[in-house]
């Protein structure tokens, strides 16, 4: 009888079935030697083919809010001996990154689950380096629903000082792909206007 596969790895095969992480990385331009940072990363699913990517020259950063996910994923990351990739734990208002680090920050289906968007966007600004993008993939639909309006997105990108350079469709991901870069001034927390539209529309 066959041994049982967990549904982590029939999970992540059937993602790599439809090309999600490469074609992620390839539009987010992400090449050996960049210093990257997987924000959400749960059980690791972007962190491992990260850490390929980037290298032994470049570095990954994967960083969780929920301790025991943390501990599992230090826990992979070791066993498979990646040596390019750090963990740490990160606050739900703060990812806690060192500043003028990051040629790419990812956000990938986890930016709906951000209580704080603003402090959390306030906070990341200070981590990318000139010419950093922030990636999210997420899906289009209410926040309700573990998803986020593209317009949404948007709008609370743009509230924290950043712009939206990219804009496209991702099926394979479950949704879009969105690139951000930091623009201008980074606005004072208390002049940091929200956004009005609905989180259900």
């Not at 990385?25 to 960049?34: L, Q």
């Not at 712009?163 to 606005?187: C, D, H, K, S, W």
């Amino acid at each position: 009888m066959a041994s049982i596969i967990s549904s982590r790895w029939s999970d992540e095969e059937s993602r790599d079935r439809l090309n999600e992480a490469d074609e992620v990385m390839n539009r987010a331009g992400i090449s050996p030697g960049m210093t990257v940072a997987d924000i959400g990363a749960g059980e690791g699913y972007y962190t491992i083919r990260l850490a390929q990517r980037v290298g032994p020259d470049g570095r990954v950063l994967a960083q969780d809010v929920v301790p025991e996910v943390r501990d599992a994923l230090a826990e992979r990351v070791n066993r498979e001996r990646l040596d390019n990739v750090s963990v740490k734990l990160g606050a739900p208002d703060d990812p806690g990154l060192p500043p003028a680090s990051f040629d790419r920050v990812l956000l990938v289906h986890m930016y709906h689950e951000i209580e704080e968007p603003y402090a959390f966007l306030w906070h990341l600004r200070p981590a990318l380096r000139s010419g950093g993008q922030v990636i999210v993939v997420d899906a289009n639909r209410p926040t309700a629903q573990h998803g986020t309006p593209p317009a949404l997105l948007a709008c609370e990108f743009a509230a924290v000082g950043y712009a939206q350079t990219a804009l496209r469709p991702m099926p394979n991901a479950g949704g879009y792909f969105a690139v951000f870069e930091a623009r201008g001034p980074r606005p004072e927390p208390d002049s940091i206007v929200g956004c009005r539209m609905a989180a259900n529309g």
